[in-house]
């Protein structure tokens, strides 16, 4: 062991140097020398769904924060060591004689196991790890649990009331100290390719790993190229001196910062769009959210704005406590939160489309079940933005292109391929997030997927957001769909958002003709295909579905969910793969009713609510606060 500290401070989801806890705790112990690194994770190159957009975020954040640590010292950069952290840390406490590893408290299933594996093998090298600290949350999600009794945060009061106030962000170091030598004196482990989830997002070979230390040999964070990516699409870029120039923008207009409502922000505004767009940043670490936090506070806190400022929920701070509420959750249930199958918290409802599970360890493998060729289609049509709806198609695109779509889009696509049109599982619509967008976090991306097919947190199933009059409160013109459906761009206002009803005179003079099932074109004219449901005959069914599932009663980790036995308590003529009376194992869901968010939901146009069912509430509370 050294006689002063040598320390490698391990970067993963807090790529920054303000308010950084463990950063603080690593220069806390007056270390000789520190080795900023980045482990290149193969879990995360081949076996998470990443598309090109968030890979580029990832690079922007790392490329930044190495220039600024270079900054402070100018010895010393972003380390990016190209192999898997299980293997190359022991390897590297040895070479670089390292007495301290630290590194920010991570509570996402993953992370759990790989830091665990990682501190028992520095405990054997004679390494200290240091790794108590939070920073990736207002509140320390395992404290949240704790603070709950034990389990999962179903609502933000859950989330926010029982641990007090949120701590102050801390400095920015301003200097850090010199890393020791930089000798790689051991082979490099390399990684399986296979299998590679991302292929698809591939058009180029992956070498990522051809070096321990890049093609260079100067710990050089990788390029798009290296990883075989395809382009990134998006304008939207990472890295914590954008972050934190785009957080001094937001706190200089006081207005917008205390009068900021989520329900009123506009889902078509695009240029710009109508939200903060700093999510991405809170994922990759790049924004602290206590600066935010308490930056936002102060502006809420001046007398000439407490009158007028909004409040939690719909507020820029109630936004922050729905995320730690889904890390919370996460923090609790570990792998089974992103699933039905074994979820204590999350009602069966037979969607189409299920996932396939892995009898060894009850996880999904990734792959489905088509038990429906119809809804296979209409999955793949609404991922690509063909359903013949301009609202959905244009929302999926702008997804697919930008990486990121506002709250309430997301609600309207989450929606119409759950419980307000497909009947189709929301697991398959939430893979679909994970792979494009910039912002993707486990926690908050399944959390939303159950809440808004009404499978946790949120039970009002019987409320569906119209593809047709919700789009029109905001945007009656059409704009956003002109933008990201631009074969639609010449048609008039009237049938923008139903452009089938248009006149075929009408379709030929606009340039675009409205038939099939395909984008395309026929002569010199566009096609764009007509819908490929008639949306109120399919929501009424799928309310049925949803209503009759709530009222069989089972959640995801029931046996009969699990042995496939649930099939005898549905009829063989409801909705979804129900046909016999035992069959392969499906997720389920469950209905958790919270009211913190029912402004979102409860918009007087454009969110279609059957009378009949308006008492029926379905679900009983199992953690969250009873919807009013």
């Given at each position: 062991?050294?006689?002063?500290?040598?320390?490698?401070?391990?970067?993963?989801?807090?790529?920054?140097l303000?308010?950084?806890?463990?950063?603080?705790?690593?220069?806390?112990?007056?270390?000789d020398?520190?080795?900023?690194?980045?482990?290149?994770?193969?879990?995360?190159?081949?076996?998470?769904?990443?598309?090109?957009?968030?890979?580029?975020?990832?690079?922007?954040?790392?490329?930044?924060?190495?220039?600024?640590?270079?900054?402070l010292?100018k010895?010393s950069?972003?380390?990016?060591?190209?192999?898997?952290?299980?293997?190359?840390?022991?390897?590297?406490?040895?070479?670089?004689?390292?007495?301290?590893?630290?590194?920010?408290?991570?509570?996402?299933?993953?992370?759990?196991?790989?830091?665990?594996?990682?501190?028992?093998?520095?405990?054997?090298?004679?390494?200290?790890?240091?790794a108590?600290?939070?920073?990736?949350?207002?509140?320390?999600?395992?404290d949240?649990?704790?603070?709950?009794?034990?389990?999962?945060?179903?609502?933000?009061?859950?989330?926010?009331?029982?641990?007090?106030?949120?701590?102050?962000?801390?400095?920015?170091p301003?200097?850090l100290?010199?890393?020791?030598?930089?000798?790689?004196?051991?082979?490099?482990?390399?990684?399986?390719?296979?299998?590679?989830?991302?292929?698809?997002?591939?058009?180029?070979?992956?070498?990522?790993?051809?070096?321990?230390?890049?093609?260079?040999?100067?710990?050089?964070?990788?390029?798009?190229?290296?990883?075989?990516?395809?382009?990134?699409?998006?304008?939207?870029?990472?890295?914590?001196?954008?972050?934190?120039a785009?957080?001094?923008?937001?706190?200089?207009?006081?207005?917008?910062?205390?009068?900021?409502?989520?329900p009123?922000?506009?889902?078509?505004?695009?240029?710009?769009?109508?939200?903060?767009?700093?999510?991405?940043?809170?994922?990759?670490?790049?924004l602290?959210?206590?600066?935010?936090?308490?930056?936002?506070?102060?502006?809420?806190?001046?007398?000439?704005?407490?009158?007028?400022?909004?409040?939690?929920p719909t507020?820029?701070?109630?936004?922050?406590?729905?995320?730690?509420?889904?890390?919370?959750?996460?923090?609790?249930?570990?792998?089974?939160?992103?699933?039905?199958?074994?979820?204590?918290?999350?009602?069966?409802?037979?969607?189409?489309?299920?996932?396939?599970?892995?009898?060894?360890?009850?996880?999904?493998?990734?792959?489905?079940?088509?038990?429906?060729?119809?809804?296979?289609?209409?999955?793949?049509?609404?991922?690509?933005?063909?359903?013949?709806?301009?609202?959905?198609?244009?929302?999926?695109?702008?997804?697919?292109?930008?990486?990121?779509i506002?709250h309430?889009?997301?609600?309207a696509?989450?929606?119409?391929?759950?419980?307000?049109?497909?009947?189709?599982d929301?697991?398959?619509?939430?893979?679909?997030?994970?792979?494009?967008?910039?912002?993707?976090?486990?926690?908050?991306?399944?959390?939303n997927?159950?809440?808004?097919?009404?499978?946790?947190?949120?039970?009002?199933?019987?409320?569906?957001?119209?593809?047709?009059a919700?789009?029109?409160?905001?945007?009656?013109?059409?704009?956003?769909?002109?933008?990201?459906?631009?074969?639609l761009k010449?048609?008039?206002?009237?049938?923008?958002?139903?452009?089938?009803?248009?006149?075929?005179?009408?379709?030929?003079?606009?340039?675009?003709?409205?038939?099939?099932?395909?984008?395309?074109?026929?002569?010199?004219?566009?096609?764009?295909?007509?819908p490929?449901?008639?949306?109120?005959?399919?929501?009424?069914?799928?309310?049925?579905?949803?209503?009759?599932?709530?009222?069989?009663?089972?959640?995801?980790?029931?046996?009969?969910?699990?042995?496939?036995?649930?099939?005898?308590?549905?009829?063989?003529?409801?909705e979804?793969?129900?046909?016999?009376?035992?069959?392969?194992?499906?997720?389920?869901?469950?209905?958790?009713?919270?009211?913190?968010?029912?402004?979102?939901?409860?918009?007087?146009?454009?969110?279609?609510?059957?009378?009949?069912?308006?008492?029926?509430?379905?679900?009983?509370?199992?953690?969250?606060?009873?919807?009013?």
């Amino acid at each position: 062991m050294p006689s002063k500290p040598r320390v490698i401070y391990w970067f993963r989801t807090d790529l920054r140097l303000h308010d950084s806890p463990a950063l603080h705790a690593a220069l806390d112990l007056k270390p000789d020398c520190l080795y900023p690194i980045w482990c290149w994770d193969p879990h995360y190159v081949y076996r998470a769904r990443v598309g090109p957009n968030r890979w580029q975020y990832l690079l922007d954040c790392q490329s930044d924060l190495s220039s600024s640590i270079t900054k402070l010292n100018k010895k010393s950069k972003l380390f990016v060591v190209r192999e898997a952290p299980q293997t190359v840390l022991p390897k590297l406490f040895k070479a670089w004689n390292i007495s301290h590893l630290v590194f920010e408290r991570d509570t996402d299933p993953y992370a759990k196991e790989r830091d665990a594996k990682i501190m028992e093998l520095a405990k054997e090298a004679g390494v200290e790890v240091v790794a108590t600290r939070h920073g990736r949350t207002l509140y320390d999600p395992d404290d949240l649990v704790k603070a709950n009794g034990g389990k999962p945060t179903m609502s933000i009061t859950q989330a926010a009331e029982k641990l007090g106030d949120v701590p102050k962000p801390l400095p920015t170091p301003k200097s850090l100290p010199d890393p020791g030598d930089l000798t790689l004196d051991f082979e490099q482990t390399r990684p399986s390719h296979e299998p590679d989830i991302n292929s698809i997002q591939r058009d180029g070979k992956e070498n990522s790993y051809t070096s321990l230390s890049g093609p260079d040999h100067d710990f050089a964070v990788p390029t798009m190229s290296e990883l075989g990516l395809k382009p990134a699409t998006s304008a939207h870029r990472g890295g914590e001196t954008r972050a934190l120039a785009a957080l001094d923008d937001i706190i200089a207009n006081e207005s917008y910062t205390t009068t900021f409502s989520k329900p009123s922000t506009a889902p078509t505004a695009f240029s710009p769009q109508a939200t903060t767009l700093l999510s991405p940043h809170h994922h990759f670490g790049s924004l602290s959210v206590r600066l935010f936090y308490h930056r936002v506070q102060e502006v809420i806190n001046k007398p000439a704005n407490k009158k007028r400022a909004s409040t939690i929920p719909t507020n820029l701070i109630g936004q922050l406590l729905f995320r730690d509420m889904y890390f919370g959750a996460q923090a609790a249930l570990g792998y089974s939160f992103a699933q039905t199958y074994d979820n204590s918290h999350v009602r069966f409802i037979p969607w189409h489309l299920p996932s396939k599970i892995d009898p060894s360890n009850g996880l999904i493998t990734g792959e489905h079940t088509i038990d429906s060729e119809e809804a296979e289609t209409w999955f793949q049509r609404w991922k690509f933005g063909r359903t013949g709806f301009p609202w959905i198609d244009a929302l999926m695109r702008q997804l697919r292109q930008e990486g990121w779509i506002h709250h309430l889009g997301r609600h309207a696509v989450a929606c119409f391929l759950t419980r307000g049109g497909c009947y189709i599982d929301w697991e398959r619509g939430a893979e679909v997030f994970e792979e494009w967008l910039i912002d993707h976090e486990t926690s908050c991306n399944s959390g939303n997927w159950q809440w808004l097919s009404c499978a946790a947190f949120f039970a009002q199933f019987y409320r569906c957001y119209s593809p047709i009059a919700f789009p029109k409160k905001w945007d009656d013109e059409g704009a956003f769909v002109r933008h990201f459906v631009p074969e639609l761009k010449e048609y008039n206002k009237k049938y923008i958002y139903e452009p089938w009803k248009a006149p075929i005179a009408d379709q030929k003079k606009w340039g675009c003709l409205i038939k099939g099932d395909q984008l395309g074109e026929e002569g010199n004219m566009k096609v764009y295909p007509k819908p490929m449901f008639d949306f109120n005959e399919r929501r009424g069914i799928c309310i049925e579905g949803v209503k009759n599932a709530y009222h069989v009663g089972l959640y995801g980790n029931d046996p009969r969910v699990k042995d496939g036995s649930w099939r005898n308590l549905f009829d063989d003529r409801a909705e979804g793969p129900t046909e016999g009376t035992k069959g392969p194992t499906v997720e389920g869901q469950s209905g958790i009713v919270d009211g913190n968010e029912v402004d979102e939901e409860n918009m007087d146009l454009g969110v279609i609510q059957d009378e009949r069912e308006a008492e029926h509430k379905g679900g009983e509370n199992k953690g969250g606060d009873e919807t009013p």
